[in-house]
């Protein structure tokens, strides 16, 4: 039915075919409009013609397609999770929007089906955020983990990079049986994203780079998360020792390269909160007072600032391994 091949041609966009097809289009709507409006605002109009295919009562799906991802880029609204503010208060989160893809479709189907000009506002609905106010207060009760690392705050492009890339980890909330990447959370570092050069490791040997010091980030949260229980996934160290952790207490990290990944094992979703500042980066993870884990002994570093040093973010996997040997396990190593 005629329904069922639209559906096709727009992914799975329109809603369920009825019992019977539309007829033609009108020959005499050809040339009145359709007029698309949001929040008061005309965001697109288009005209019948453009979306017949010769052989009637068939459309163009592609234009179709264009038509509703126009729509939607234009109406959405990204929700935003529920956060903890710099004083400890709980900010609220905020409702986004999307758009109500099978009305939408429907709408449209009546104006390409029908004749005569029409309007209509863009339907929407609520697109709400993964953690809200009520979540964030029962999970942020039970410290379960942390780990503090300490660097040369003299080091400014250093100590620049560590604050960014941990303020991005901070808030986050990592949902039971949730696999967490540490290169997905803080995504790419780059000059664009306020990334400076800094010392790094390339192949065993010191070099500049961009993005210097987010290993010590990724070594910090290791070894909390560890401490916590949680299951790592992914980790290797570096090529060469480094020294704001123990040896064999690191985790190095590239965009496009090594990961540091874990998984929430527990029953309870947990949450990281991070600080770096005054030469010092702070994780903690918490949980709500229900949850029921297993903490390991994971050694503390020392409170001296270690001497300069910076990680392995381009050494090639071959190189990892032959340092290091193979992930992790499951559990920590």
């Given amino acids: 039915m005629l329904r069922i091949v639209l559906a096709g041609l727009l992914l799975l966009a329109a809603p369920a075919a009825p019992s019977v097809p539309h007829?033609?289009?009108?020959?005499?709507?050809?040339?009145?409009?359709?007029?698309?409006?949001?929040?008061?605002?005309?965001?697109?109009?288009?005209?019948?013609?453009?979306?017949?295919l010769p052989v009637a009562p068939f459309l163009d799906g592609s234009r179709l397609q264009q038509l509703l991802r126009k729509v939607e880029q234009t109406v959405y609204v990204k929700p935003k999770n529920a956060t903890i503010?710099?004083?400890?208060?709980?900010?609220?989160?905020?409702?986004?929007?999307?758009?109500n893809r099978s009305q939408f479709v429907d709408r449209v189907?009546?104006?390409?089906?029908?004749?005569?000009?029409?309007?209509?506002?863009?339907?929407?609905?609520?697109?709400?955020?993964r953690v809200d106010s009520e979540l964030l207060a029962d999970i942020r009760e039970k410290p379960i983990?942390?780990?503090?690392?300490?660097?040369?705050?003299?080091?400014?492009?250093?100590?620049?990079?560590i604050a960014l890339a941990?303020?991005?980890l901070?808030?986050?909330?990592?949902?039971?049986?949730?696999?967490?990447?540490f290169n997905e959370t803080v995504g790419m570092r780059t000059e664009g994203k306020g990334?400076?050069?800094?010392?790094?490791?390339?192949?065993?040997?010191?070099?500049?780079?961009?993005?210097?010091?987010?290993?010590?980030?990724?070594?910090?949260?290791?070894?909390?998360?560890d401490r916590a229980g949680l299951q790592i996934v992914q980790r290797y160290s570096h090529s060469r020792h480094v020294h704001y952790v123990l040896a064999g207490r690191d985790a190095t990290v590239s965009w496009g390269g090594p990961d540091f990944s874990f998984r929430n094992p527990y029953h309870q979703p947990i949450l990281l909160r991070t600080y770096a500042g005054n030469g010092a980066i702070t994780i903690s993870i918490y949980s709500s007072d229900r949850i029921e884990y297993k903490p390991r002994e994971v050694p503390g570093m020392s409170e001296t600032v270690p001497e300069e040093t910076s990680e392995d973010r381009n050494a090639p996997q071959e190189e990892l391994e032959r340092n290091n040997g193979a992930a992790a396990p499951p559990g920590g190593s």
């Fill in 23 to 52: 007829p033609p289009p009108a020959p005499d709507g050809g040339n009145q409009s359709l007029t698309i409006s949001h929040q008061g605002k005309p965001i697109a109009s288009v005209q019948r013609q453009p979306f017949l």
């Fill in 195 to 225: 990334y400076k050069r800094a010392p790094i490791i390339v192949r065993g040997e010191l070099a500049e780079g961009i993005g210097g010091g987010i290993c010590q980030v990724s070594s910090t949260l290791f070894n909390a998360t």
């Fill in 109 to 129: 189907y009546d104006y390409l089906y029908g004749s005569g000009p029409m309007a209509f506002a863009a339907p929407v609905l609520n697109d709400y955020p």
């Fill in 145 to 161: 983990g942390y780990y503090v690392t300490y660097f040369n705050a003299g080091n400014k492009p250093r100590a620049h990079n």
């Fill in 85 to 99: 503010g710099t004083a400890g208060q709980i900010v609220p989160e905020v409702v986004g929007s999307k758009l």
């Fill in 170 to 181: 901070d808030n986050v909330v990592v949902f039971p049986g949730e696999l967490f990447s």
């Fill in 166 to 168: 941990a303020k991005a």
